[in-house]
């Protein structure tokens, strides 16, 4: 009896385990799987940033219209990191300390049935003892007393034996698994911010080297209302155009030259025009070239996958 009485101590410690570990993965589970639903919420606000990137890039000049769209496909290429982040959480980290409230349930049912076997074995030793005091004379009462006692005492021996492997089973797949869940959500969260910062140092980059002047000069140029000072002609008062005409001869010597200086005039303008078309020719080939050097990463990334298949 003595034996079997004796573990108390070792029997609360077990309890104290299985307790601990109930609570306290139990609020593990808790927080990571709100940690969890809260990286996929930011995931979707960065999702709604990109799509405003977007439009907002469509309205402006060629530099900034360049930044922002690279920004954008490398923001969006950073929320398909972490959507691989939400999903290895949820399959590495959640699920398997949410399988702890299953294991800890039977670690409690096996408790409780040490406990059951226990309680019996007292009941049958106690039952005994009285019988021992009160009718010592009946020996048939006393041996079958003294048979059922070494039974229930049998299996509280057998129930303390696997209490015993089973606790401490338990406590060594929990510390594996404490060690292994949270190995996981360290590499999980290491994987996605060495991505995120491989593509942010890029996208860094091209934002810095935008060119603000080029769209700053563009803008100008739309809203400039006055290319110089104003003609003469048009200060004119109105009495001026009446005056008398002049004289047939310096009419005609007059009709000539002015026909001349027109096409003078409009060759001159021809030349200036060719040269603005090839001016702008060459800003529009140096502005596509800097363009293609500062692609996002998503799609010099895109390109270097293209090339490997």
Known sequence: ?????????????????????????????????SYTRKTAKLRDQADMLVRQLNDFSNTEDP???????????????????????????????????????????????????FNADRDRALKELQKLE??????????????????????????????????????????????????????DFITVEMVFHAKALEVYTHTFQNLDSMDIDKDLELFTGRIRVSEGPLDNHTLLPSSMAHQPSPPLGSSLKHTAESAKKSRSSILQRQRVVEEEEEDEEEEYESEIEAQQSRQSYASQYTQILRQKN
């Open 63 to 113: 530099e900034l219209r360049t930044c922002l769209k690279n920004l954008a496909e490398d923001l969006a290429m950073v929320q398909d990191y972490r959507q691989a982040e939400v999903e290895r959480l949820e399959s590495k980290v959640v699920t398997p300390l949410k399988a702890y409230g299953d294991i800890v349930e039977n670690k409690r049912a096996d408790l409780k049935r």
């Open 130 to 183: 009285k019988l021992q005091q009160k009718n010592p004379s009946d020996r048939q009462r006393i041996s079958q007393a003294e048979v059922n006692a070494q039974k229930a005492t049998n299996d509280a021996h057998r129930s303390t034996r696997q209490l015993e492997e089973t606790i401490s089973d338990f406590q060594r797949q929990k510390l594996e698994d404490i060690k292994r869940i949270f190995t």
């Open 1 to 33: 009896m003595n034996t079997i009485f004796s573990r108390d101590r070792q029997i609360k410690s077990m309890e104290l385990t299985v307790s601990h570990a109930e609570k306290y993965l139990g609020q593990f589970c808790s927080l990571l799987a």
